[in-house]
DNA sequence: GTAATTGCAAATACTTTGCCACGTA
DNA sequence: TACGTGGCAAAGTATTTGCAATTAC
């Protein structure tokens, strides 16, 4: 098994939460998408499909992110999109607004002095950002 | 009448919209705001309640996104959030989780770099960004 | 054995559309 | 007059929950 995966069953466990098969297999999915996730892709998918029901994906999901292990965005699709949080780990998105196509940042993040001023100036606690580019990629333009 | 208000009638009338009194008001709501408002609050506002449904709102929220002159925002919630796209405005929030207040970062915002990269690397073409910064506030913490 | 987890189906929430009446140009 | 726009109601899509059966520990 993934590493990468085991350490974040671990993590679950640590937290109370069962190591079933789909807390496997959604962890798993998640980490291979490389990329945010709706509730109706993973339930879909290879691993999870003939696994259980989109709404134990549902839940799983909600505990998780209720736990920081998943992040809920927003994005721009009617539906929302859920990704895994690995420590060190990027979370800058760029999308086309055409095919829906989403593809991870690869350079580096540049609002973390600003997050650091926010969370000194306004006081608020937990702070973190979403910061997502929008265009229309070379193939659909 | 707000002159902002009256630029973006204006420009909708180019555009071959039609001066209706819903229009007007919705514009003047959605600058009034200064934050991102959903259809539902939008449609409930002192401006629009009595003046229109909320399928008029919708269809004049699409046609506006569509040419531009609103955006449609993820964020956190379940609804989609629309913002009056003025020239010379900044568009970077501050949201709390827990209670959902939403305000606008009058700091400069430091992405435009890192756009500008983007669209030369990877030739995207209409680039913007969407960037929000999300924790508890003080008063909810 | 006990409590967390799951599947299924039903309930919600929000968005989107059809259709015909209406108002702007 | 002509065509964009509006209201109302129905349909569509995504999310969320109730409850009894099941499973991990």
Known sequence: MNPVVKDTIDHCR???????KALEELIATLLEADRPMTLAELAAS??????CD????????????????VRR??????????????PGK???YL???????????QAP?????????IREKTGYRNLYHELE???VCPACA
Chains 1, 2 share one sequence.
């Open 73 to 86: 965005l927003g994005l721009h699709e009617r539906a929302a999109y859920f990704t895994l949080l690995v």
């Open 133 to 135: 580019f929008f265009g």
């Open 54 to 69: 989109k709404a134990t994906v549902f839940r799983l999901l909600q505990r998780l992110a209720s736990h920081g292990l």
């Open 46 to 51: 290879d691993r999870l499909a003939d696994q």
């Open 95 to 105: 999308i086309c607004t055409t095919c829906g196509r989403i593809e991870a940042i």
């Open 109 to 117: 993040c540049p609002v973390h002095q600003l997050e650091a001023e």
């Open 90 to 92: 990027h979370n800058d």
């Open 14 to 20: 640590k937290l109370g939460l069962r190591r079933t």
